[in-house]
């Protein structure tokens, strides 16, 4: 009987330890955790100031992890970094060199989109109508790359051309996370510096970018 206790004792700690829920850990832009309240404070500071926050999340085995991602991220690549960015954007769509390379990226299927792309009209995102505007102030090129996914659906939206990331390098050097609704990369091929804005955007947005970067605004 002592045994039959002790083996049933045994066989409800595994099934407790078994069932427990995973911990949650916050982390800050710069991966240190930080506590829940400070999480949602610096999230809801930045809607107030301006600084907007992405709140990713994540999963592994043991937990689950809940990120702060700067909206707008300023950057430069080095030398090497940017010869090897043109040398694969022109692989993937040969254009003539332009100061600026405005790259939008589409992560795939998310909450934002079923896997289904479709045209919303020229002036929007991934519309042309503010790209022509834009060229006409200021040499640029524009890509439209997207991260491979098998459930996403170009049929509706072969109108402009759409390249596959293959070798995951715009996806490595700008993109890193899954950032929802799609993400831009405005490069400045002089200077070397870039701005990129994670999330959801518009036509207006891009506009904005590129007269910042171009220092135009």
């Known amino acids: ?41 610096k999230k809801t500071d930045g809607i107030k100031n301006g600084t907007y926050y992405l709140s990713l999340a994540f999963e592994n085995d043991t937990c689950y992890i809940r990120k702060l991602e700067s909206r707008k991220n300023y950057g430069k690549l080095n030398k090497d970094e940017l010869i090897v960015l043109n040398k694969y954007l022109n692989e993937l769509e040969f254009k003539p060199s332009a100061r600026l390379s405005i790259i939008q990226f589409h992560p795939g299927k998310d909450r934002c989109n079923s896997g289904r792309l479709y045209f919303k009209g020229q002036n929007s995102s991934y519309g042309n109508s503010y790209l022509k505007n834009l060229k006409n102030k200021i040499s640029l090129n524009n890509y439209r790359i997207y991260k491979k996914d098998s459930t996403l659906d170009y049929s509706g939206f072969n109108r402009f051309k759409w390249n596959f990331d293959e070798k995951r390098l715009i996806e490595n050097m700008f993109f890193k996370y899954h950032y929802p609704c799609g993400s831009f990369v405005v490069i400045d091929n002089l200077t070397h510096k870039y701005i990129s804005i994670y999330g959801e955007y518009g036509s207006s947005s891009v506009t904005k970018i590129v007269e910042e970067i171009a220092g135009k605004n």
């Open 1 to 41: 009987m002592k045994y039959l206790v002790f083996v049933l004792s045994v066989w409800f700690s595994f099934l407790a330890f078994g069932q427990k829920k995973k911990p949650i850990y916050y982390w800050d832009v710069d991966n240190s955790i930080m506590t829940k309240r400070n999480f949602l404070k």
